[in-house]
């Protein structure tokens, strides 16, 4: 018939930038003394720390308590306060409040259209919220568990990709 259309494959999904940080952040929510994730979950632009400042901070870490336990106790910085919260929230309000909170917050959702005018940003964002939702209503599934999957084979499949050649 003619008419345009976009096909929105959910090939690669689980591999967007934006899945991927709301992962990390959900895993971070169950589990903030995971150093490996804790610290990916810094790096992302909704949290905002550079390579820099989390090895400054690293660097000052004493004893075996996780970096986050660190942090919490010895570091009042803005972005670490808003995290503490997020994990109030969670014990408080439970997972849904506390994802949305972060989207909006964080910027994640609000700036999505202005870095990705065609909507898909914004698009995944909600169909990834849905997918959440069904693992958490079926109760023959586990939430983490489903997310350290897509966690862990999205890695996998990055850490197989080669670099980008040279122009």
Known sequence: TNIPYYYHSGGNFFHKREILDILIFIKFLFNPHDDVNFIGLLRTPWVGFSDSEIQNFKSH???????????????????????????????????????????????????SFHTDPSGQTESNIWKFLNWVDEIVNDESKDLLFEISQVLDSSMDEMELESESSAL
């Open 61 to 111: 870490q004493r004893g075996k308590n996780s970096f986050f336990t660190y942090l919490y106790t010895a570091n009042s910085e803005i972005r670490f306060v808003q995290l503490f919260n997020y994990l109030e929230d969670f014990s408080k309000k439970g997972l849904a409040e506390t994802l949305l909170k972060f989207l909006f917050s964080s910027g994640l959702l609000v700036t």
